[in-house]
T-cell receptor, first 110, second 112 residues
Framework: GQQVMQIPQYQHVQEGEDFTTYCNSS?????IQWYKQRPGGHPVFLIQ?????EVKKQKRLTFQFGEAKKNSSLHITATQTTDVGTYFC??????????FGKGTRLSVIA | KAGVTQTPRYLIKTRGQQVTLSCSPI?????VSWYQQTPGQGLQFLFE???????NKGNFPGRFSGRQFSNSRSEMNVSTLELGDSALYLC???????????FGNGTRLTVT
């Protein structure tokens, strides 16, 4: 079945440093979604990428979808303590349900 | 609009018992999905319901079951609880295929 791998599992950064998490699928995806889960909270939708090679920005966050639609990345510029949480990618292939990566837990040291 | 509501928030059960969790989706959302979240395994898909029909099922034993009612509310049931069933159970609703999931706050189940 479809698998979505996400790396790294953990990332500790100093406030102000950049952060990137990568997502790779075993199959071609129709779209990919990104979610953020704050400690003690539930996943919250951030963005969806649909087109091959698509790049979207939300303030300091940049999301990319690979040309082959099998990989994606989330890059945060100049992290802040409010960025703390676990970032999940979730892929959709055909009529399958969303398959989540295991997430990257981001810690930001002030 | 009210968000996805899950009840109860916390549950403590004993091995061998059964449990029923409830989820009320966002008004107008006909799709409801259930996920199990554990520290080591991340978010694992349990099942998805759309208009009272189970559309997809994850790789979980038959002890895990669910249903959806005509008002789109959903329940999931776990019978013969095992220690390994301790987890955060998240319900999410969406309008349709490829649309984002809206998660509830989850039910934290502890099996002792």
């Amino acid at each position: 079945g479809q698998q979505v791998m996400q790396i790294p599992q953990y990332q500790h950064v100093q406030e102000g440093e950049d952060f990137t998490t990568y997502c790779n699928s075993s199959t071609t995806l129709s779209n990919i979604q990104w979610y953020k889960q704050r400690p003690g909270g539930h996943p919250v939708f951030l963005i969806q990428l649909v087109k091959s090679g698509e790049v979207k920005k939300q303030k300091r966050l940049t999301f990319q979808f690979g040309e082959a639609k099998k990989n994606s990345s989330l890059h945060i510029t100049a992290t802040q303590t409010t960025d703390v949480g676990t970032y999940f990618c979730a892929g959709v292939g055909g009529n399958t349900p969303l398959v989540f990566g295991k997430g990257t837990r981001l810690s930001v040291i002030a | 609009k009210a968000g996805v509501t899950q009840t109860p928030r916390y549950l403590i059960k004993t091995r061998g018992q059964q449990v029923t969790l409830s989820c009320s989706p966002i008004s107008g959302h006909r799709s409801v999905s259930w996920y199990q979240q554990t520290p080591g395994q991340g978010l694992q898909f349990l099942f998805e319901y759309f208009s009272e029909t189970q559309r997809n099922k994850g790789n979980f034993p038959g002890r895990f079951s669910g249903r959806q009612f005509s008002n789109s509310r959903s329940e999931m049931n776990v019978s013969t609880l095992e220690l390994g069933d301790s987890a955060l159970y998240l319900c999410a609703s969406r309008t349709g295929d490829n649309s984002p999931l809206h998660f509830g706050n989850g039910t934290r189940l502890t099996v002792t």
